[in-house]
Structure formats: C-alpha cells, structure tokens
C-alpha cells in the first residue's frame, strides 16, 4: 500500500458508477478532491474492503434508489486510512491520525471525507485505527463487524449453547463464529465441502449446506441446536426450526422470515465496533485476508466478491 501523504492536487481517484449494473458498469475518474467542512474530517484512504451489499445495492437502478443512491455514484464503504485534513470545531481526530470506518457507497476513493458525529449511511463514520492492526485488516471491520455483532446480539449464545451459522466462511461470518466461540458457544458453521479447513481454523465445526442440512446438523449435535444465525438466505433458520429452535433464537441479516427477528449492523450496540477492533489488536479475533487487488483491478475484485464463494473478506488497496 502506498504511504499516505497531505494532498495538494486538484483532483484525486474515486471508483464510480455512471449506470448501475454488474462490475463492468465500474470505472475509477478523476475527480475534484473532497474538502472538510465543519465537523468533517478527510481521509487518505489505504484500504477499502468489500461486502455484498456493495454490489446488491448498485446492481439496478430500482435497488441503488432505495438505498439513496444517484448517479454518477461512487462504490464500496468500508475504508481506513490516515486523516489527512480536519474540518472547523474538531477535536476528536488530528491530522496523521489512523481511523477506519464506512462511508456508505464511496469508499473506494484516495480520500473520503465524513462527518465525526455521522453514521456510516448519513456522513460517513470514523474510528481510531488500534495500534497493531494494519489497514487491510481494519478496512474490513465496520460493516461486517457490526453486522455480526448485531446477529449475536438477537440471539445471544453463551456457554451450554450450540450455534448453527449459516453462511459461515463468509465475510460476516468470520466474525459471527469467533465472537460466538468467544461467548463460550459450540459452533456449527456451514458452507461447501471445500471451505471444512477454514471453518475448522476459525472454530467452527463445519457442515455442508444445502438439502438434508437438518439431517446432518443432529448427526453432529444430537444433543440439539439452541441457537441459529443464518448469514446467507433462510435455508439455514429453516432448517433451525425442523431441529427446534425457537423463533427467538434465530436470526437472519440477508432475508426475512415471518416471526424471527433480522439483525442490522446499523443497530449494533454503541462502542461495538471498538470491542471487536480491540479484540482484533489483543490477537483473540483474525480476520482472514482472502484476497487484495490494486483499485485498478476492481472490476476483477467485485468479481470475486460477488461470487460469494470467498473464504474471507476481499480488499482494495489505495
């Protein structure tokens, strides 16, 4: 990754939309560089990680409008990087400062600028960067990290509980099986037959998806499931409810079924992303890289992303 530095150019690189469709609709332009105003902060972005809302809420014009979004429209939100202008009536953040966080559809840029008392979908949002985590690795936290967090708190997995985790592997649900396996929990995680290793790695016990996933779940637990986080679709909170899990201990983040309470990441408790970051710098949670790409492969990046078949979180380097 390039050093940031305090730029005095006119303009600067931001990956953009100019129509909503698939990673070929993506190009990076030339555009005037952000400035901070009052109560703002500018960021050199280093990193930017990627997530499946990304590419879900730019995929057509219908969808981006219901997330707010117009065009020309930038592209990924979760960032880190230094600070490198600060706004008037600041005083939480100084230049030089390393900060992550999410800026919602306009992360992947040189600099970004958001709002110290934003949120990630109005202004942007902004938290120290601990001392021992890289910039790859903390460009991954924001949505991801609240978003499990949120999960685990619908469902609350303690010692004596078995978990089931659909969509295990996935960006989300690195985090979900470690914080869970933190709590004191028995992890059940599902994905392909070829991602066992990594799943095993994070502390799950991994079990193949797809029809018959009830089955195979009572084989490796017969002494019952408590609770479910399905971080995929609904297949895996179905199959909860064929091994009786009650409704209240089941959560979704990707789709909705009748009676079973979906978690948000923009819910997630306050100081819940700093928890998780902590736990990041102290050793006791990993984020698996899965891949980095220079921003002017970012078609190539979404692409792999998008297929969802990643063990780990996708990242672009500024």
Known sequence: MKEPSVTS??????????SFGGPGALRIREVPVPQAGSGQIRVRVTAAGLNPMDWFMTSDAETAARFGLSLPCGFGTDYAGVVDQVGADVSEFALGD??????????????VVVD???TIAAGGQAHRTPAGVDDRTAATLAIAGCTAAAALAVVEPGP???????????GVG??????ARLAGARVIGTGSATSADALCALGAEPVTYGDGL?????????????????????DTVRAGRELGVPDERSTTIAGLVDGITPANGANAAPGAIEEIAGLVAAGRL?????????????RAAVELQAGRHVHGKVVIDL
């Open 98 to 111: 390393r900060v992550f966080g999410g800026a919602l559809s306009r992360a992947v840029a040189d600099h």
């Open 9 to 18: 150019a006119a303009t600067t690189r931001a990956v953009q939309f100019e």
């Open 174 to 179: 690195v985090f979900a099986v470690q914080l």
């Open 116 to 118: 110290v008392a934003g």
């Open 214 to 234: 009830a089955d195979r779940v009572r084989a490796l637990a017969p002494d019952g499931v408590t609770a479910v986080m399905d971080l995929h679709g609904t």
């Open 286 to 298: 990993r984020v698996p890289i899965a891949a980095s790409f220079p921003v002017e492969r970012i």
């Open 160 to 170: 004596g509980d078995t978990v089931l985790i659909g969509g295990a592997g996935g």
